[in-house]
């Protein structure tokens, strides 16, 4: 049996512990929360789209129904709410600088050709910058050139291809590069893939334009230009191609404090 004195220590142990523990509550509930001082604008409201559907503030670039958007629609072939490539390619009308692209596409279910020959097309931003489109289901070719590769600068971190026939889709992020009144690119084109809800391009910086016979390399343009879709002889098939304008939220910093003399 414990002795009076032990029995006592053992007491006033388990209060100075709750003691502490209290200390500590208040000490945490004392804490003054951080401010950056930064006025920030409340976010614009846009209501998500439905089953890959273009969000609100979405510009609807092609609905299955027409090709108005684009120049070059007239050589496509409309049918069941898709469009087929032929003859040439699609150039927007409008212009887009920093934004997010998405599209769906699907290469021939009957397989024909091989490499680079089997449901090749791309998107090219600016004319420029192509995200490649390819069959890549079980169908070899160099690493970067293949589907979802930034063209002859960067493989796909994973092949996400589904099979010929198959939909897929494109969620692609795109930021244009900047340049000075030298035209020397001060910031480079950075792209961001997403294939079939995958990432296979994160956050890649690229060296230039995207070149089958040259290396990449930067030239000065304008801040906004049209998006081009490629016709590489493939009858490759699109649907469901909307994009967002990307504009950066900017608050308003504090003025600087001046230093006591």
Not at 153 to 159: D, G, T
Not at 215 to 230: D, E, G, L, R, T
């Amino acid at each position: 049996m414990k002795s009076l004195r032990t029995c006592i220590l053992c007491v006033a142990a388990s209060a100075v512990s709750v003691t502490a523990v209290l200390l500590l509550r208040d000490r945490a509930d004392a804490q003054v929360e951080y401010k950056s001082g930064i006025v920030w604008p409340e976010p614009e409201i846009v209501t998500p789209g439905k089953d890959n559907g273009p969000p609100s503030d979405a510009v609807v670039l092609f609905d299955g129904k027409d090709l108005s958007q684009w120049k070059g629609g007239e050589n496509w072939i409309l049918k069941d709410g898709y469009a087929i490539a032929a003859k040439s390619g699609l150039s927007t009308k409008e212009s887009f600088g920093d934004c997010q692209l998405h599209l769906e596409f699907a290469s021939s279910e009957e397989v024909k050709g091989s490499g680079q020959g089997r449901g090749n097309s791309g998107i090219y931003f600016m004319g420029k910058y192509e995200v490649q489109i390819l069959d890549s289901y079980e169908n070899k070719t160099y690493f970067d050139g293949q589907c979802a590769s930034i063209y002859k600068q960067h493989p796909p971190l994973v092949n996400a291809c589904r099979k010929p026939g198959e939909w897929q889709t494109y969620d692609i992020i795109f930021e244009a590069p900047r340049f000075d009144s030298e035209k020397k690119p001060t910031r480079p084109c950075i792209i961001t893939v997403l294939h079939n809800g995958i990432v296979v391009q994160n956050h890649f910086e690229l060296t230039g334009g995207t070149y089958f016979d040259r290396p990449a390399a930067y030239v000065a343009h304008s801040p906004k230009a049209p998006i081009n879709i490629q016709f590489h002889g493939n009858p490759v098939k699109f649907r469901n191609i909307w994009i967002r304008e990307l504009k950066e939220i900017v608050g308003k910093k504090p003025e600087p404090k001046e230093e006591k003399k």
